[in-house]
């Protein structure tokens, strides 16, 4: 290994024993959600996304950044090293912030390139990214990262599952939306033992990934909700029973997904919230922008031994607004019944679906006139 390389790796290792992610001195340890980024050709909207990013970076100051799928989307065949630039792009804000950030996969995120162990490969080369140094399933975007309490790092006080749920169809289903595969679900069954063993129950547990979870119909159907519920839920067809284990292992309080661009609901379901994120990019389609924002704090008791870790999220907008989750309310209108099967969005399938209107009406006016 000759000088340069030797700096390089010292380097890495130096910025990378700097992420060992902690509550601060005052108690509290905040979280961005980037999801549904879509950088992709045109430069206007990306630049727009990259400022939509920086200021919201700037105003939270967060001490972490989970990007919860589709950094990228293109329908069209790229140029080798199209996604890299393009992932340059989307982690570009946090580097210049340098904030250690955590990113797992959507269903768009592979449609380049370079596939989905490629671009792990490659999102490991990132100082900041913590998937260079956090247990997981190799070569895959499912992995833990854990947070240490302020008055004794080798305390664990929040521990955070960044899971891939992968693009289209679900194992042995071909139509609709991925899932939480049934060998992922395995690798975190061992690993939650295995943290309750070694930190004990009162670890607040967080997971991030893409693909809303089947469960996500029940709550959107029959409890109550905040925030926008404005299309469909595009859940996976098939269930894997990734919601009946953390139920069961009973760690996981809450879930945060993106995927469905119109949607930033949330509610509880069986003792587990579930969330949507705030669509973060402009590449697609989508009404609102922004990102949400996970603030957890420490508690301890009289004698100073730690408690638990209490939350709070919120959204804000592209403006620097913030739309807090205190308005409950129950969806009225028409229920769900399933998981759509088509593999597209329910947005981009809406859109779809009105374009083929338009061009029918546009087809009857001109032989009626």
């Not at 100082?127 to 399933?137: C, D, F, Q, W």
């Not at 289903?173 to 009162?202: L, R």
Request: hydrophobic share 35%; charged share 20%; glycine share 8%.
């Amino acid at each position: 290994m000759n000088l340069i390389n030797k700096l390089l790796l010292l380097t890495t290792i130096l910025i990378s024993s700097a992420h060992a992610l902690q509550f601060n001195s005052s108690g509290y340890f905040t979280i961005v959600q980037f999801t549904d980024v879509h950088m992709s050709f045109d430069e206007e909207k990306n630049n727009q996304t990259q400022e939509l990013h920086r200021n919201i970076l700037s105003w939270v100051k967060p001490d972490l950044v989970v990007i919860s799928g589709d950094g990228v989307r293109t329908k069209e065949p790229v140029a080798s090293g199209w996604f890299e630039e393009q992932w340059n792009k989307f982690t570009a804000p946090i580097v210049e912030a340098q904030i250690p950030y955590a990113y797992t996969l959507g269903n768009h995120d592979d449609e380049g390139d370079l596939t989905r162990r490629q671009i792990v490969r490659l999102d490991q080369t990132n100082p900041y990214s913590l998937r260079n140094e956090s247990e997981g399933i190799p070569d895959t975007a499912n992995f833990r990262v854990p947070v240490y309490a302020s008055q004794n790092d080798s305390q664990l006080a929040a521990h955070l599952w960044v899971l891939d749920s992968g693009s289209y169809g679900c194992e042995d289903i071909t139509v609709g939306s991925g899932c939480i595969e049934t060998d992922v679900i395995d690798w975190y069954n061992e690993e939650s033992q295995k943290v309750k063993q070694e930190h004990g129950t009162n670890v607040h547990h967080l997971a991030y990934f893409h693909i809303p979870l089947p469960e996500f119909l029940n709550v959107v159907n029959d409890e109550k909700i905040y925030g926008h519920s404005s299309e469909d839920v595009c859940c996976s067809v098939k269930n894997t029973g990734f919601f009946a284990s953390a139920k069961n292992n009973g760690d996981i309080s809450a879930m945060f997904v993106g995927h469905d661009h119109n949607n930033d609901f949330g509610g509880w379901y069986e003792g587990i919230e579930l969330v949507y994120g705030r669509k973060s990019g402009y590449n697609t389609y989508g009404h609102f922008h922004g990102a949400r924002v996970v603030t957890l704090k420490e508690n301890y008791d009289s004698d100073g031994n730690f408690v638990n870790i209490t939350r709070e999220h919120y959204v804000i907008d592209e403006s620097g607004n913030i739309e807090t989750t205190t308005t409950t309310f129950y969806k009225t209108g028409t229920k769900q019944t399933s998981c759509p099967q088509s593999s597209s969005n329910s947005g981009d399938s809406l859109f779809s679906q009105l374009q083929k209107i338009m061009l029918a009406l546009v087809v009857i006016l001109y032989l009626l006139f």
